[in-house]
């Protein structure tokens, strides 16, 4: 036994005493030069379970093997290395791995939401993405609503093309339009403004309900629509989106962004829009769409300063003719009788703006922050014989300061604001104008309290100093509170005045004969708006649903009164003498019964009347109910998506006709009708391509023109539109965008 004993040792002996320790260090070197251990690196013999790891400096040791004479090196995100250990002397190792991070790719996609309610502002508001904006054509900001259950936009007259636009029952002048929180479209812009934004340069839109922040001005009455365009930071560096229809409009947007490094970056945003064409499918010699030429143009910058000093600035010019009235026009002929009826608007708009903001250090609480705007707006046209003319120079201001008092449960923001609008206009023929310059002084400061999650209290105070209308005072208070985890309630409450500028945003009215008369000393107009709104949360059959009801009274202690029942010959304006008020109820429903499928569906009614021509009456032009249903569905990673709209529009009153002889009479009272839209979108890698519909149910208005043989008669009207006016129209897209 012990003979067999020492022969093994004596055959391991040889083995024992010629095997070693392999010892090294696995380290990467960057191109720096900087040697950075590799912790935790695989260091086995090929084809052997013999191994060891690296420590925490890069080092290992590892007993030699006669199995293998090579020896592999492995860590993730690098290339694995194989070593011949005859091939070295007994110095230790030294192995340099190199980096080889190639993973394959993982796309996790997650589909936009179009519309999302804000769940924490005590102010109801939607908040308008860029996905909702692609579910439509969505040329410019007129037919961004389209989707939309609580905006309403439609046709004013059947010559301009002007869209007139309501909230709450009432028309656009009582929002306050605002680009970036800067005040704007007012006075000349009011009627054709939002022509003036192309959908694909917006980001998104925010719309709120009646009495809006102090801190914007004292304007908003039912509302407030915010518009935010593409940021230079955010924006891709080429985009572009190409779109025709069959009634001849043409159009080009394009943005182009250049990043000079992480805290400089601009952006350039460009649109063409054409339509040459006259086109009259119903055959009563008048252009069914005007022919508008527009060249828009905006240069905007992004100058991170700091870390604490932030601005942007940039230039927007807009140059637009609009032509409508009857065809075959002769431009080498003198405008009168003896030539065609033609309605020309020549436009020329200038802006500048800036907003500069600085942060506190080491408390991002607290900052200050300068935000300006300046416009000119010139308007020469001329609406068969009669000229309208109109020069308006704009400047706005609002230095304002954020802090809390104690912690952040109070919050409050005080400011001063300034605001000068300088406006002239003269209307030929009934030899009407205005000549006012503004000057408003505005103090103001809106205190927020928020104890815990579920209440917020928001309340505002302003006093402006007006050069024409002399002080006054606009308070304001908003309200929510989220009595059960998934129910939220609020209250709102509050006044806003302005000033009427009554040829201006009427002038789609002067597509008629009928004379304008305006009462000497208009007042400021001054309303009340109050409102009350619920949002609930729930789940049934497994899916996720969002129900919301509102209800808003505005009730106005002035308002510039437009009478077209006293007259078909006439529009007179004056002060409100007696009662006005508008209410207005809507319950809206979002839920998603399959994955990738909304369905938004809402109902609305409005209530409105004024004492109009000494009788309490409803006020024209506004349906008594509106419902809607949007239909939205993509498949896997949103490679395709179709889009379906159906809007019902309740009847209208329209003013009476009885004046005018039979043939030329109207009923007083519109039908009830329906609107379909429908729009296909096919994504691919960069580009994608969109083609729709809309009027699918080719319903229009008949003869919405009166008398439109003879434009020059008394009795010639184009205003008088409470339905859709053009047929059906097709449409297709192309967008392409490089990030």
């Known amino acids: 036994m012990k003979i067999r004993i020492i022969t093994i040792i004596l055959f391991l002996l040889p083995i024992i005493s010629f095997a070693e320790d392999i010892k090294g260090k696995i380290i990467e070197k960057p191109s720096s030069g900087e040697i950075i251990p590799l912790a935790g690196a695989s260091i086995f013999w090929k084809n052997t379970t013999i191994g060891t790891a690296a420590n925490t400096n890069g080092d290992f040791i590892l007993n030699s093997s006669n199995k293998s004479d090579i020896l592999v090196v492995r860590f993730v995100g690098y290339e694995t290395k194989e070593i011949t250990i005859k091939q070295t002397n007994n110095a230790d190792l030294v192995v340099e791995l190199v980096p080889n991070i190639s993973l394959n790719e993982v796309i996790i996609s997650k589909r936009k939401l179009g519309t999302v309610l804000d769940r924490d502002n005590p102010i109801q508001s939607q908040n308008i993405t860029g996905a909702e904006l692609c579910k439509a054509a969505c040329c410019n900001l007129s037919e961004s609503f389209e989707t939309n259950a609580s905006v309403d936009v439609s046709y004013a007259d059947a010559a301009t093309g002007a869209k007139s636009i309501k909230l709450l029952g009432l028309t656009g002048k009582y929002i306050e339009m605002m680009t970036e929180k800067n005040p704007n479209f007012k006075g000349l812009a009011s009627v054709y403004g939002m022509a003036y934004v192309p959908g694909p340069w917006m980001e998104s839109i925010q719309v709120s309900k009646g009495v809006g922040s102090v801190i914007n001005g004292y304007e908003s009455i039912t509302g407030q629509i915010n518009i935010e365009y593409q940021k230079p930071q955010q924006s891709p560096k080429f985009y572009i989106n190409t779109y025709a229809n069959n009634m001849g409009m043409a159009e080009v947007n394009a943005i182009t962004s250049v990043k000079f490094s992480p805290k400089l970056s601009t952006s350039i945003l460009a649109h063409v829009q054409d339509n040459d064409r006259e086109i009259d499918k119903n055959k009563d010699n008048f252009l069914d769409d005007p022919m508008v030429t527009q060249y828009n143009f905006v240069n905007r910058w992004n100058w991170d300063v700091s870390e604490n000093f932030k601005t942007q600035f940039g230039v927007k010019f807009i140059d637009e003719q609009r032509i409508g009235g009857q065809k075959g026009y002769k431009t080498n002929q003198p405008n009168d009788i003896n030539n065609k009826y033609r309605i020309n608007i020549d436009t020329r708009r200038y802006e500048a703006f800036a907003k500069i903001g600085y942060l506190f250090p080491n408390d991002d609480d607290k900052s200050l922050a300068l935000i300006t705007n300046f416009s000119s707006h010139k308007q020469n046209s001329f609406y068969g014989l009669r000229t309208y003319d109109a020069d308006q120079k704009y ?50 400061m809106e205190y927020t ?70 009462s000497d000393n208009l007042k400021q107009e001054k309303a009340w708006n109050f409102g009350l709104s619920l949002t609930q949360y729930f789940n049934l059959f497994g899916k996720r649903f969002t129900a919301s009801a509102d209800f808003y009274r505005t009730i106005f202690d002035n308002q510039v009164i437009v009478d077209l029942d006293n007259s078909v010959n006439s529009v007179k304006f004056y002060n409100l003498d007696g009662r006005s008020w508008a209410n207005n109820y809507q319950v809206e429903l979002k839920f998603e019964p399959v994955e990738r499928f909304d369905v938004t569906t809402a109902i609305r009614f409005s209530d409105v009347k004024a004492d109009i021509n000494n009788e309490f009456r409803k006020v024209p032009y506004v349906n008594r109910y509106k419902g809607l249903i949007n239909l939205s569905y993509a498949t896997n990673f949103n490679k395709w998506q179709f889009d379906f709209t159906t809007q019902f529009n309740g009847d209208v009153r329209i003013p009476s006709t009885q004046e005018n002889t039979d043939n030329f009479q109207r009923r007083e009272k519109s039908p009830a009708y329906a609107l379909l839209n429908a729009q296909i979108t096919k994504r691919f890698r960069i580009w994608e391509i969109y083609f729709g519909a809309e009027n699918l149910g080719n319903y229009t208005q008949k003869n919405p023109i009166i008398e439109a043989e003879n434009p020059f008669g008394e009795q010639f009207d184009a205003s008088m539109i409470w339905g859709p006016i053009q047929e059906r129209k097709i449409y297709l897209g192309v967008r392409l965008t490089i990030e």
């Open 395 to 444: 400047f706005y201001a609002n230095l304002l300061f954020q802090s809390y008092i104690g912690n952040l449960k109070h919050k409050y923001t005080t400011g001063l604001s300034y605001v000068y609008d300088d406006f002239k206009d003269y209307l030929s023929g009934d030899n009407l104008g205005t000549n006012r310059t503004e000057k408003v002084a505005g103090a103001y």
């Open 449 to 518: 309290w928020l104890p815990n999650d579920k209440i917020t209290l928001q309340t505002g105070l302003r006093y402006d100093d007006h050069n024409i209308f002399g002080g006054f005072v606009t308070p304001r208070v908003h309200f929510r509170y989220q009595f059960a985890p998934k129910t939220t309630i609020r209250l709102a409450g509050g006044s806003g005045r302005r000033t009427s500028n009554p040829i201006a945003e009427n002038s789609f009215l002067l597509a008629s004969n009928r004379s304008f008369e305006i």
